[in-house]
């Protein structure tokens, strides 16, 4: 009887074990499956606010009297601000918005500073900005807006940890 009853015994420790061994791994998997998932989501995300880093989603002409006129301007262009917007909340860092949010500023502000001062080259019927320039102030402007480009371009990439993945 007693060896009936060790038999069992081991059956019913090799029964939870398994069960807890498969609840566990499954439970790992799911958690490996929503981080691939927001990773992906987010990889996405920032290479949209990267494409759209021109200035013309920055909410600062919302605010700012100077800048009025200079941010979106048709309901396709506060339409994509919205839907940015709306997935910077969801999925990025406090910190990827606030220097998404002073990389469009910065952006928009050298925008309007060019066009207002005359600081831009005409290529038939495109305006190009000249990354530098003989006016002091003008190449304060540039500067900030290739420096806020640069950290949120650092951050993001340190966030995606995509140095590390594409080092391996």
Known sequence: MNQFFGVLLGGAIALVAS??????????QRKETRAKELWDRRSSLYLDLLTHLDGQVSFAADSDPYLIGYGPKTA??????RQLSARVDLFASPKTRQLWEKST?????LHASTIEGGHFEQHFDQLVIPETSSDP???RLIDADKHAREQLITHLREELKVDRYLSA
């Open 137 to 139: 102030g003008q190449q």
């Open 105 to 109: 500023e910065a952006a928009l502000v």
């Open 19 to 28: 069960s807890g061994t498969a609840w566990l791994q499954a439970r790992i």
């Open 76 to 81: 396709e262009g506060y339409q994509l601000r």
